[in-house]
């Protein structure tokens, strides 16, 4: 009965194509009843959240500074932390499941964290990650924003029969 | 436009009054389109969230865990910090003005967090505090549930004008 | 064989009784061989700092901005939390037990998270604290630096032996 | 005339190659009278506390949890955060520069949060880094212990020139 929590992660300013994926994510999360989560300020934060709130869905934006201003206007809730870069680590923690988008070095620390603490990572156009050429991907590389949260609640659902 | 977003804070075992004014005062919060936060566990946190999510209001927990499953099934996000009591910082931070019901030790540590950020602190039979015997108290001190309530959304509209 | 970590708590503007009290306490606890915590700043945080590095012994200062230059020169080591308040849970969690002298909100935030995290508090000249009149005090109140040195070393001691 | 901070970050289980750097850099620090930063814990977080603090240098541990407890006993000073992988953040605010060597997740998040830092990074063997095939490394891979730290002092200095 308890909802399924999916982080949607990328970079503060992102290109055409990501931002049409996070709005596209965002959309299908709220058809799905997931509740999207993410670090509230702009690009594929701001494009997830607009997608997932006009089709009525829960957006909750987890924001570094001090006060709830920065925040995306497409946000139904807004954590204003204060903790900066540490921040990261409570968007990974809430969620469930993680779909990153593009994405810089915050993203790549949101994958990491993810990857640490044994949640699922599913990528569109991200980071690639192997530590040695003979690594296996510890990411899953969805073909499309359908493909994507498809697979999120997938690994969601499977995650958390096991807990 | 935005919303007003109070946080009720107080211990997570509560007497009967502490949680019918708890409870009372997440209806009224919700009755009048505020945001509810909170620390998400139980006690006063649970009954304030059932209040308001029960009046169609939003409740948001946020966890000292590492993950969801402690928080009352009542609120409406729940987000799990990681951060034992320092997150008792993000619910005050996240907040336009505190109401203590009662409270704890931890209760304590959340007024002096909210006073030190400079943000307004209602009490309802809560802590007592004075530096000294001639201090001003730095609390407003509400006589109901009702009381408590619009003196919160008074002090947080005051205080946001001047941001 | 491991040591005592005394956290040294108050304002970053205090008195000049203060001021003097933290810097005694800050020698006492170098002359025990105890490291000293702080917030890192000024006031009683520079002050105990200062008496202890003098006297040779070493002084943390856990800051809450996101650069070390404001940090007291008399620190041994200085943190850089990047937590803003939130860090206050840091100094008290680091350590063994707390003195609190005089000190504002953020002090008593600090007092009340310690409580919180069963760690004993001893008091200079600082806050009242009785959440009813029949309240048992939960601070140790001590008369004089020697005396909230010789009492924070024997709860340490005590509070250690049965972990 | 203030030091210089280095953090030097790695998988709490390494290789003895991995140590045998890690200890090796932390006795060059030491001799260079940098202060080591580190995660305090196993691994090469462990040998480069015991390679500075045996020669004569200061080793700082930030651990996740909530007591000292679990710090390398070759720890000049351990702060226990108890806020779990959040923990990440602060070791690389508190750094000038950081060092990484071999790795798991931890250690990419904390290479991702302090180049998002803007915080120069020496690699040891340790993640490869390109957004793209044909994306600029962002990390300076040295081919031993003391390039590693020869780097990470000039970066440093270079970096807090420009403060």
Redesign the interface.
Known sequence: M?ET?VAVIGAGEASTAEMADAEEVGRLLADAGA?LVCGGLGGVMHAAARGCTRAGG?A?G?LPG????PGSPHL???????????R???VV??ADVVIAIGG???T??EI??A???NKPVVGLST?????TPSSLD?IFRATSAADAVAEALRAARTTRRH?
Chains 1, 2, 3, 4 share one sequence.
């Open positions: 308890s929590y509740v829960t909750v987890i001090d006060d709830r201003s139904s809730v807004t954590i204003s932390t204060g903790l900066g870069e540490a990261n680590a409570i923690r809430t810089e070095f915050g790549l620390s990491a964290l990857l640490r603490m980071w690639p990650l192997a530590r510890p807990d």
